[in-house]
């Protein structure tokens, strides 16, 4: 969409356009008069691009879609484009409750160029909290000046022209980047690279010896799995280490995924923040382990390879940690020598690659443009933000303007601050907050376990 800067006062800016904001926006685009405008500094909307593989598929059921949680009936729901498509006897067909990824995608774009609130290729440079009425007071806006309103910078990614926007409240909705470890950082990103980037870089892996797969997780079993599916026809050594205990199943019994409920939410909001730190390293395999269905594919891979007595240059090894990486130069060519220690058996050995891929994960790191808002916001011991039970940032002064945080929270919230399958849940909340009354219910017995004692 277009947009005309410092001609109006918005009641919300989001910040990012994810699975998670874009939801919003179309929950706010459909049932409120909330005046709201989204910024994203891509071009268009594009999901974990790098690893939209052929036959991957979301690890949450369809109805996990941007808006059905929150409203079934909403025209933005994975069913209606199906409709559009003219896609749902097929879908029907299908008999899949978990669709594929790069299907999500494709829905989720197709949700983009239908919502008009929000704006591709901008990127926020920063954000600061105003109560000099001088630049707003020709809006006609009823603002106190005790409280004030934030003024969000803005660079068109194309022309690099700045602009301004004025908005009430915010959503930082920019999610995760992926993490490459400190020993890996400074090297060749043509030679080592994150599994984020795994599409991008396939014609590399192609053309390559050896490839070390370095993580644990859905995301390095699925790398894996594509990378051993082409072994047969490029040759290439292939490793695959992790520090975890195992390649162990993702937990996914019935009960089990009840802790990414609301009330499971609400559960750990309750507990200390110390309990919390202690517990979500425990909780890893609820969100990091790895499908059973990939495991399954994997195996059968193997076994497939290995018949006659085949032995395909192919090495899984659990609880092996990648202390330091270093560049060995060859002369015509170049590889990399990985100190490796197998952390149970305390005994450490180097192994030499062509290629790394790190699947090492995700961090949320604070924003450049929060560096204006960064004495008004409270934080903890650990630098982290504090959020309250509403998904709003904890301000050191007491105003009413509101900044909300989106899959940021998972120190404070939990387990399901990243699942999609809460998105609708959240935005709910913050809804019915910007709203000032309940567009969206929001039920309060959604399991059949009790999380605690009352």
């Not at 003024?151 to 920019?174: A, P, Q, S």
């Not at 030679?191 to 993580?215: C, K, P, Y």
């Not at 690659?353 to 994960?361: D, K, L, Y």
Request: proline share 4%; aromatic share 12%; with cysteine.
């Amino acid at each position: 969409m277009s947009t005309s800067p410092g001609n109006s006062m918005y009641d919300v800016i989001g910040i990012g356009i994810g699975p998670f904001n874009l939801g919003l926006a179309a929950l706010l685009e459909e049932s409120t008069e909330v005046k709201a405008l989204f910024f994203e500094q891509k071009p268009h909307f594009e999901w974990h691009g790098g690893l939209l593989i052929e036959d991957t598929t979301l690890q949450v059921p369809f109805l996990a879609d941007l808006v059905t949680m929150a409203n079934p009936k909403s025209r933005f729901s994975f069913l209606n484009y199906l409709h559009e498509h003219e896609r749902l006897y097929k879908f029907y067909f299908l008999e899949r409750f978990h669709i594929p990824r790069r299907e999500y995608n494709h829905y989720c774009k197709w949700v983009s160029e239908q919502v008009t609130n929000c704006c591709f290729g901008r990127k926020v440079t920063a954000i600061h909290w105003q109560t000099d009425l001088t630049e707003v007071n020709e809006f006609e806006v009823n603002l106190d000046s005790q409280n004030g309103y934030f003024k969000v910078e803005t660079k068109n990614m194309e022309t690099e022209e700045v602009d301004y926007y004025y908005t009430r409240h915010l959503v930082i909705g920019i999610g995760s980047v992926p993490y490459i470890p400190g020993s890996m950082a400074d090297l060749s990103r043509e030679d080592i690279f994150h599994s984020a980037e795994f599409l991008q870089n396939r014609e590399r892996l192609r053309q390559s010896d050896s490839i070390t797969v370095v993580g644990s997780g859905q995301s390095a079993a699925e790398v894996f799995l594509e990378l051993l599916k082409e072994q047969h026809i490029y040759h290439y050594q292939l490793d695959w280490f992790t520090r975890s205990r195992g390649f162990f199943p993702m937990e996914y019994s019935k009960l089990g995924l009840e802790h990414f409920s609301p009330d499971y939410t609400d559960y750990f909001y309750r507990l200390t923040q110390g309990k919390k730190d202690e517990q979500l390293p425990k909780q890893d395999l609820l969100y990091k382990g790895i499908s059973a269905a990939t495991i399954a594919d994997i195996y059968d891979a193997l076994y497939e390879y290995s018949v006659g007595g085949e032995t395909p240059p192919v090495r899984l090894l659990a609880k092996t940690e990648v202390a330091d990486v270093k560049e060995i130069n060859l002369g015509t060519s170049t590889k990399y020598q990985l100190l490796c220690k197998q952390w149970e058996q305390g005994q450490t050995f180097t192994h030499e690659s062509e290629v790394v891929v790190a699947a090492t994960g995700y961090q949320h790191p604070i924003p450049k443009f929060l560096s204006g808002l960064h004495m008004l916001i409270e934080w903890d011991e650990k630098g982290r933000y504090i959020v309250e039970e509403n998904y709003q940032l904890k301000l050191t002064d007491d105003i009413a303007n509101k900044i909300f945080i989106q899959n940021g929270e998972m120190h404070t919230h939990g387990v399901g601050a990243p699942d999609l399958g809460l998105g609708a849940y959240r935005n709910s909340r913050i809804i019915n907050q910007l709203a000032n009354r309940e567009v969206y219910p929001v039920s309060k017995r959604n399991v059949f376990q009790q999380f605690g004692v009352s």
